[in-house]
């Protein structure tokens, strides 16, 4: 096996969490996983890994590998697109990771756009709030992230960096037969009258709200459902009993669906989106076309 099999069955390991759930997820048995990694402590000379009750830890040589590995492996699934080796029967991974907003509306034409330019690409697409998706990319299960933009409160130091695409506005809607819908004014009081539904990865909406309502001397809210699927938010609210808190580049779109978007004073949501990667992988040609298409399908750049 060459060096960068044992690279990735070691990423395998910290990422499943264990020997057994790594070895399921590769389909690779428990024994030939052990000695991979063996071979690869062998090979450079220390031991990356403890096992113990909770499973495996990484020693601090570990830790360091586990840094550079991420890097390499990431480097090696972009190498592989890039070269579109389809010729040889090998084909490059590409692993995305998207916000609702991005996911919904501008991944479409931008995996197309990278199918025909990459022949033998493959895209995978992981979508969630920021919870899930800002760790899977430091830790290199996705080699970018484009949505909600990280401030410094989030971590991501030197080694990352964002092109920023733009604010997306955040507003209220309903139903277009729900009662608040035919009112031309809509008052703190009466959104305190509902529940409300936000998107499961939409959490600076859910914020948004929060601090809304403790600013308008409002009960706290109920968020009654933060869903991962739009079409059942869109279900939801034909109950009446229910607004949304949606990015209005959603909202839009679903206009055909009968949303209405409420006018509400002084609840008008923004925040930053961009596309964040690791800086090591800026150059790659992958990379520049996403940020090409992305900064273009948002409005910020051309092509």
């Not at 960068?4 to 024994?31: D, K």
């Not at 991501?156 to 604010?167: I, M």
């Amino acid at each position: 096996m060459q060096p960068i099999g044992r690279l990735e069955h070691f990423l395998a390991v910290i990422r499943h969490g264990g020997f057994n759930a790594a070895a399921r997820a590769g389909n690779v048995t428990q024994p030939a996983l052990t000695k991979s990694i063996r071979q690869l402590e062998d090979m450079l000379g220390v031991e990356l890994l403890v096992r113990d009750a909770r499973g495996v830890s990484l020693t601090a040589a570990g830790k360091q590998a586990h840094a550079r590995a991420i890097e390499i492996e990431t480097t090696w699934n972009a190498l592989l697109a890039e070269l579109g080796a389809q010729a040889t029967g090998a084909g490059g991974t590409l692993h995305l990771g998207a916000g609702a907003v991005y996911s919904a509306i501008h991944f479409p034409p931008l995996v197309d756009d990278l199918l025909r330019s990459f022949p033998g690409l493959e895209v995978q697409v992981s979508t969630g709030s920021t919870t899930e998706l800002f760790p899977a990319l430091r830790s290199g299960e996705i080699i970018c992230y484009a949505g909600t933009a990280p401030t410094a409160q989030d971590g991501f130091g030197r080694d990352f960096e964002t092109v920023l695409l733009g604010r997306q506005a955040n507003a209220v809607y309903v139903a277009a037969d729900h009662p608040l819908a035919l009112s031309h004014h809509v008052t703190p009081a009466d959104l305190a009258r509902y529940s409300w539904l936000t998107l499961y990865s939409a959490l600076n909406a859910t914020r948004a709200i929060v601090r809304y309502c403790a600013r308008e001397e409002l009960p706290m809210p109920h968020i009654a459902l933060r869903a991962h699927s739009l079409r059942i938010m869109t279900r939801m609210l034909e109950d009446h009993r229910y607004i949304a808190c949606l990015p209005e580049p959603l909202g839009t779109t679903l206009a055909s669906e009968g949303l209405v978007k409420l006018q509400v004073d002084d609840f008008a949501p923004t925040f930053a989106t961009g596309l964040t990667y690791r800086r090591s992988v800026a150059n790659f040609a992958t990379i520049r076309r996403i940020s090409v298409v992305l900064r273009r399908l948002t409005g910020e750049g051309s092509s």
